[in-house]
Structure formats: structure tokens, C-alpha cells
């Protein structure tokens, strides 16, 4: 996409935008702006935060070169012979076009007018990271209700229009939305069967991250030991998790603390024992909530089968 000089209102003028000035040197009679500030005139679809990572990205270029500094100085007017004259550079962004979302076709668990329930692949992303990413994520099949993490696998429902989208999300944030999880974890809890009561809040150290702590919001999961035993030189368990909260990262974060890590886990497990798999063990097994029909709703349970990860680690696991 090519931008040409697009004319601000008053460039010899001063003005605000975002924290940032648009500005006129007095010194060299110059009138000059960030190119984030100016892109953002430009493709105002495109929130700023968004525009910088575009330039960050290289994907933008001025006069032929290409630039990755989001407060890089574009020369807007300069006074000669006492008037201001314009000069707006050209200036390219040339946005990659997103990848082809797979065909889903075989992993549709159910599907009517108002709701799709997938089993979603390790490695799909739920929702864009910011405002644009160039990689597929369920955004495309349908509304999103609730998430999975990237290397979370198994059952997730759509909306597929905004009154059912609706309906979906008030039972999570009601908990009248029920889900299983299946997680093999480095080590064995103390018990077979507990409910892990522990608060979480985010780790302000490492603020992608959470942590337990007494002044964190209340997180409930409930835990069953299916298996127990040695595998690849390790010692394994492979659990069933009910959370009855919905905190971020809420289950690996639990098992972290028990000491029972999530095989895989990349943030919160041991590193020097994941050389066996390529991502998180985690699986979203069951999902039970009501979706539209009749005058009061139906109620359904939805399940993904085990992914084959999961027995090439365990391969005596029985559903």
C-alpha cells in the first residue's frame, strides 16, 4: 500500500496527538512529525501501538528507504521565499498479508446457526496479538467466547453472532460454563484428589507472568491423579483438572506451586526436562454449557479426544 502526502489541516501550526507534537522549527523554518504520528493519519483502521510494530517490523519504508524507527522525523514543509512550502515524502507500508486460515473441516465437534465447537490444534493462536498478526487465529472461524493458550489444545465454542457470543461469555463469567483438563505433570501431588484453593495475582517482576500470593484474586482447581509412573526417564502423572475460577495461566500456575510442573511448560515448568515434547502438555478435554435452543436453552457437553501427543509420552492412557 503507497501513502502519498496526505495534508494536515494546519501545518503551520503546532498540535498535539497522543502525548507526541507535531511541531514547527522556528530556527529552520521546518514543520516536521514522527512517521508513527503521521501513519496514524494516515490508516486511522490501525490503532498506534499497532502502526509502531508495523515500522519495527520493516515494514515501512520513506523515499525508498526503509525505516524502523517509529519517531523517525518526516520532513512535512519548509518556508522559502517567506511561505511554507510542502514536501510530503512517499511513504510505503507494505503490510504482509495474513496467512490462510486451515481448513477446520475435521475438527469441528459440533456446529449449528448460532455455535461451532472445535478442537482447537496446539499452536493456534486465539486471538490476534495487538490489532494485527499476520497468522491465522480462531478470530477467523467465528466471535470468540473465551481463550486457550497458543499450546493448548481441545474443546473451544464459537459465537456466531453477537447475541449468542453474548450469552456464551455471561456463563463463563457466571462459572455456569464447566471444563476438564487433562495435564501431564513432571512429579506426583502428595494427594490423589484435592482442591488447590490458592489466590494468583500478576508477577509485577515479570509481568507477563503470575504468581501465587496471599494478596492475589481467590482460584480454585479441582484435581483427580488418573495415572502415575515412569516414562522417558521420568517420573509422571497425568491429571484431570477442573478449574473452578478462570485466572490466566490459573492451572499451570497451581501446579507450579504443588511442584508438579505441566511437561512442557516453557514459563512456569523445568526446562532441562521438555526435551521430550514440543509444547505444553495441556488439554482441554470436556466443555459443558448451554447454548441457544428451544426457549430456555440446551444444555451439552462437549469433548476432544486425547491428542497423540499425549501418548507418545503416556501410552497406556485410557480415556
Known amino acids: 500500500m503507497i501513502?502519498?502526502?496526505?495534508?494536515?489541516?494546519?501545518?503551520?501550526?503546532?498540535?498535539?496527538?497522543?502525548?507526541?507534537?507535531?511541531?514547527?522549527?522556528?530556527?529552520?523554518?521546518?514543520?516536521?512529525?514522527?512517521?508513527?504520528?503521521?501513519?496514524?493519519?494516515i490508516l486511522p483502521e490501525y490503532n498506534r501501538s499497532t502502526l509502531q510494530n508495523f515500522i519495527k517490523s520493516g515494514y515501512v519504508s520513506v523515499d525508498g528507504k526503509r525505516i524502523t524507527k517509529p519517531n523517525y522525523s518526516i520532513l512535512l514543509s519548509y518556508e522559502k521565499d517567506g511561505e511554507m512550502v510542502s514536501c510530503l515524502p512517499d511513504v510505503v507500508c507494505d503490510i504482509p498479508k495474513r496467512d490462510v486460515p486451515p481448513d477446520i473441516r475435521k475438527l469441528i465437534?459440533?456446529?449449528?446457526?448460532?455455535?461451532?465447537?472445535?478442537?482447537?490444534?496446539?499452536?493456534?493462536?486465539?486471538?490476534?496479538?495487538?490489532?494485527?498478526?499476520?497468522?491465522?487465529?480462531?478470530?477467523?472461524?467465528?466471535?470468540?467466547?473465551?481463550?486457550?493458550?497458543?499450546?493448548?489444545?481441545?474443546?473451544?465454542?464459537?459465537?456466531?453472532?453477537?447475541?449468542?457470543?453474548?450469552?456464551?461469555?455471561?456463563?463463563?463469567?457466571?462459572?455456569?460454563?464447566?471444563?476438564?483438563?487433562y495435564a501431564i505433570v513432571l512429579g506426583k501431588p502428595k494427594l490423589d484428589h484435592a482442591m488447590i484453593d490458592l489466590p494468583i495475582e500478576r508477577n509485577y517482576k515479570h509481568p507477563t507472568t503470575f504468581q501465587v500470593s496471599p494478596t492475589g484474586k481467590p482460584s480454585q482447581t479441582e484435581y483427580n491423579v488418573i495415572w502415575s509412573g515412569s516414562s522417558r526417564g521420568l517420573e509422571l502423572?497425568?491429571?484431570?483438572?477442573?478449574?473452578?475460577?478462570?485466572?490466566?495461566?490459573?492451572?499451570?500456575?497451581?501446579?507450579?506451586?504443588?511442584?508438579?510442573?505441566?511437561?512442557?511448560?516453557?514459563?512456569?515448568?523445568?526446562?532441562?526436562?521438555?526435551?521430550?515434547?514440543?509444547?505444553?502438555?495441556?488439554?482441554?478435554?470436556?466443555?459443558?454449557?448451554?447454548?441457544p435452543g428451544a426457549e430456555t436453552g440446551v444444555r451439552k457437553t462437549f469433548e476432544a479426544p486425547i491428542p497423540s501427543d499425549f501418548y507418545d509420552i503416556i501410552p497406556d492412557i485410557k480415556e
Open 237 to 291: 502423572s497425568l491429571l484431570e483438572l477442573k478449574p473452578i475460577t478462570g485466572r490466566t495461566h490459573q492451572l499451570r500456575v497451581h501446579l507450579r506451586f504443588l511442584g508438579c510442573p505441566i511437561l512442557g511448560d516453557k514459563v512456569y515448568g523445568e526446562p532441562d526436562k521438555n526435551k521430550w515434547v514440543s509444547r505444553l502438555l495441556l488439554h482441554a478435554k470436556t466443555l459443558e454449557i448451554t447454548i
Open 109 to 181: 465437534i459440533y456446529e449449528d446457526d448460532n455455535v461451532l465447537v472445535i478442537n482447537k490444534p496446539a499452536g493456534l493462536l486465539s486471538m490476534a496479538k495487538g490489532e494485527y498478526t499476520k497468522e491465522a487465529t480462531l478470530e477467523d472461524y467465528g466471535l470468540l467466547v473465551h481463550r486457550l493458550d497458543r499450546d493448548t489444545s481441545g474443546v473451544v465454542i464459537l459465537a456466531k453472532n453477537e447475541a449468542t457470543q453474548s450469552m456464551l461469555r455471561k456463563q463463563f463469567q457466571e462459572r455456569k460454563a464447566h471444563k476438564t483438563y
Open 3 to 41: 501513502i502519498t502526502g496526505k495534508k494536515f489541516s494546519k501545518p503551520e501550526m503546532s498540535r498535539v496527538k497522543n502525548g507526541d507534537v507535531i511541531f514547527l522549527d522556528k530556527d529552520k523554518k521546518e514543520n516536521r512529525t514522527r512517521l508513527d504520528l503521521y501513519l496514524a493519519e
